[in-house]
């Protein structure tokens, strides 16, 4: 699975110019494809590069719907 993150800079404070960024971040290895296991993998290679989770929104897109729904999905 390709990891990236989508970010806004900020230039000129909170009235400044807004940028969005794309950065890719790497690949992970899945061995288990289920909402739980992809969960798994996708918040410790978040945290295993020095991400703060608190501060992160998430949206998946993969067309499956093990990537979709607040309760069920990753």
């Known amino acids: 699975m390709s990891v990236l993150v989508r970010w806004v800079e900020r230039q000129g404070g909170i009235d400044g110019v807004a940028k969005i960024r794309e950065t890719f971040l790497g ?30 929104r998430g949206q998946g897109y993969d067309g499956a719907s093990v990537m979709s729904g607040s309760r069920g999905g990753v």
Not at 42 to 53: P, R, W
């Open 27 to 56: 690949f992970i290895v899945v061995t288990d494809a289920s909402a739980a296991g992809l969960t798994a993998s996708v918040t410790t290679f978040l945290k295993d590069i020095g991400l703060d989770l608190a501060k992160l």
